[in-house]
């Protein structure tokens, strides 16, 4: 190396190490009041950063007060800057860092491993790269190896978000608004499958306990509400007792219909509870069973749409990485399921979440292609495993911490908490909007077909405006009411799998509002069943076919009490076409019928089959008579008294609707019961 060259190396490193000012008195003659107070700051600030483990929240702002009087001391840079690294905004840490390292390059063994960090998290990926390959000499000692790992998985990681910053996911990514977000940490969002409702965790000076965590130095968690309106979302309200108490609640899960809702609580290592709407208010939050909750950290879980099964998140013995996703029944007696090596990596995993569909599931993971910290994915289970999983990109994944991610029923909007330059305060939570692959995205104004059916629901199928939706489920909603009087009823929902007679699930309406949310994923002919004490049953069918798209239907049930001349229409029987013979399909809704009369010994039915009006009237009028028959013969075959049963074809007589449309005619065809005695 030419000498003037190695001189001139020389004394830029001695005037670089010279521009470091210590907090002395004679940096500082002309302002000794100033330098005392700043030296205050710094002792603070050492006293929590010390601490272990250091509170670095507390530790903050006494080194930012002391770096405004002093900004050229490289320890207290280095210092900041870490406390940044541990905090929700850590991509302020880089220029403290780098600030640190201008004035004193040898400030610490860990110098380019921090300096990676800051440009890592500021999606500087190249430069990243390049300080932690800086850093690998740094590496010695007992440690060595596990150090040379980290480097090895961030310099990964940095590889990893260079190529999906190439490939950014057509999102918008928009605050939720002040109605939700406030100048505290609001996070954790967990929404109903039709985005009616969200409840998220929130650290407000309004908890329920009105005290400040002593680690943390912020409020407790508590859980909070609110609504979609037609004007936006209602002003979050705290759900107050029996779900929030003194210490730390957070909301991590809610089931599609929005009436069973997961709190974490730091309990026995921290556990998972259940808390059931009944009416407009929450009952207290019961713990989950042993096979969810053990004395390590279950932090995060989602209902399957059956509500029978929960996946969860727990750090318990036994696992593939620090943290990984289990499945179990929650009734059952089985042990809770490994999700195996497809989904859980040597890292942790956490925020799992189960789409509408039942079979979509959405998590945060260290591993896999990762840009950093935790990235959101996707993998779909099918044909008896789960896929590889999908990295959901940049924007929406950054190279720090992207967790507790949900997404509607409609796969157009996904909800989640980011720091960003954009809040109200603390963390906010945020929507994303796909617009999937076309630009710009085209408005579709006709309605979505539900399925090929004997008698489909014709009531407004909310058709998303955007057709960029992938998700293969129907969501049907609506309210159940007394037909004479109106009020609402908290009836059961029964889900019937026709083509298995098998039940899927059962739902109960809300008591207060009589309102219901039944998910459906595509693939299966549905029977449901609308049932409450006092009342006959009410069914509908919904056949969907493998792959049918995303839908939303409204249906009003209103229960009609068991009195003389009341008809029913028995929307899941089937029969071949043009022939009285009875489908398999059938059986659920016969042997239903079959309860009925048995519950009720004294209950007198005419069966009757009709027709639309295409064809020759007396050969309906035929078809509809031997249909009639053919569901009487059964019920008597399986012991109801024939005496108590008479039947009847009445063809296109006794039309519901129009015979001019399509689903007019499919109205008309249909088989019902009439009470003529009781």
């Known amino acids: 190396m030419p000498r003037i060259l190695l001189i001139a190396l020389l004394l830029l490193a001695h005037v670089a190490v010279a ?28 006293e929590w950063y010390d601490l272990d483990p250091p509170r670095y929240e507390q530790a903050l702002p006494h080194y930012l007060a002391a ?20 905090s929700g905004y850590k991509p302020r840490a880089l220029p403290y860092i780098q600030k640190a ?46 150090f040379l790992a980290s480097i090895s998985k961030k310099i990964k990681e940095c ?3 260079q190529k999906l910053e190439k490939a950014p996911s057509r999102v918008f990514i928009d605050n939720i608004g002040a109605a939700i977000n406030s100048p505290y940490a609001d996070y954790g969002p967990v929404i109903s499958a039709d985005e009616s409702v969200i409840l998220f965790t929130s650290r407000r000076d309004n908890s329920t306990g009105k005290e400040r965590d002593p680690e943390t130095g912020g409020f407790f968690e508590d859980v909070y509400q609110s609504t979609r309106t037609a004007s ?34 730091e309990d026995n290592g921290g556990d998972l509870n259940e808390a059931e709407l009944r009416g407009a208010a929450w009952r207290k939050p019961e713990k989950m069973n042993s096979r969810i909750n053990t004395r390590a950290h279950e932090s995060s879980a989602a209902f399957t749409p059956d509500g029978r099964s929960l996946y969860f998140v727990s750090d318990k013995q036994g696992g593939i990485g620090s943290r990984d996703i289990y499945k179990v029944e929650i009734n059952g007696r089985g042990p809770a399921l490994n999700l195996g090596t497809t989904i859980n990596t040597p890292y942790g995993e956490e925020g799992v979440f189960l789409h509408p569909d039942g079979k979509t599931m959405y998590f945060s993971s260290e591993g896999h292609n990762s840009m950093g910290g935790y990235d959101i994915f996707k993998s779909v289970f099918e044909n008896g495993k789960w896929s590889e999983p999908e990295n959901l990109g940049w924007p929406i994944n950054t190279p720090d ?36 692959t076309e630009k710009p995205p085209v408005l579709s104004q006709e309605d979505q077909l539900l399925a090929s059916r004997a008698q489909p629901v014709k009531e407004a199928s909310l058709a998303p405006p955007v057709p960029i939706a992938t998700t293969q489920v129907t969501i049907l909603k609506g309210i159940v009411t007394d037909e004479a009087s109106k ?26 509002s009589g309102r219901y949310l039944v998910s459906l994923p595509s693939g299966v002919n549905y029977g449901i069943v609308v049932r409450q004490e006092g009342y006959l049953f009410h069914s509908e069918n919904f056949d969907l076919p493998a792959g049918a798209a995303y839908s939303e239907v409204v249906k009003d049930i209103a229960l009609k009490k068991l009195d003389v001349g009341v008809k029913v229409v028995l929307n899941n029987i089937f029969f071949d076409f043009d022939k009285a013979t009875l489908r398999k399909e059938s059986t659920a809704e016969l042997e239903r019928l079959q309860k009925l009369m048995v519950e009720t010994p004294a209950l007198r039915l005419e069966i009757s089959g009709h027709t639309d009006n295409v064809g020759q009237a007396v050969y309906n009028k035929d078809l509809s008579q031997r249909r009639a028959k053919a569901v009487v013969d059964y ?44």
């Open 67 to 86: 770096q405004k009087f002093n900004p050229n001391n490289a320890r207290l840079n280095l210092r900041i800057g870490d406390c940044y690294l541990h």
């Open 487 to 512: 009020l609402p009823l908290e009836a059961t929902i029964d889900v019937v799998d026709n083509s298995r007679n098998e039940l899927i699930a059962s739902f109960r309406a809300n008591a207060q």
């Open 19 to 46: 521009q470091n000012v210590e907090f002395e008195k004679d940096r500082f003659k002309s302002d000794k009041d100033g330098l005392k107070e700043a030296q205050r700051e710094v002792k603070t600030g050492d």
């Open 101 to 146: 390292y201008q004035l004193n390059a040898d400030i610490d063994p860990r110098i380019h491993y921090l300096l990676g960090q800051g440009l890592h998290l500021n999606g500087k990926w190249t430069e990243a790269i390049a300080e932690y390959k800086a850093a690998q000499p740094a590496a010695t000692g007992k440690n060595t190896a596990a």
């Open 635 to 678: 019920l008597v075959a399986k012991g109801t008294d024939k005496a108590r049963l008479t039947f009847a074809g009445y063809g296109d007589t006794q039309p519901v609707a129009t015979n001019n449309t399509k689903g007019g005619r499919q109205l008309n065809r249909r088989t019902e019961f009439k009470v003529t005695g009781k």
């Open 159 to 161: 590889e990893n978000g």
């Open 232 to 265: 936006g979302w209602s002003p979050a309200r705290n759900l107050g007792k029996p779900v929030n108490n003194e210490g730390h609640d957070a909301t991590v899960g809610l089931a599609p219909d929005g009436q069973r809702m997961l709190v974490y609580v």
């Open 401 to 436: 911490d992207d967790v507790f991610f949900v997404i509607s029923a409609s796969g157009r909007h996904g909800y989640y908490s980011s720091f960003r330059d954009d809040g109200l305060g603390g963390k906010d939570i945020y929507q994303i909007t796909f617009l999937g």
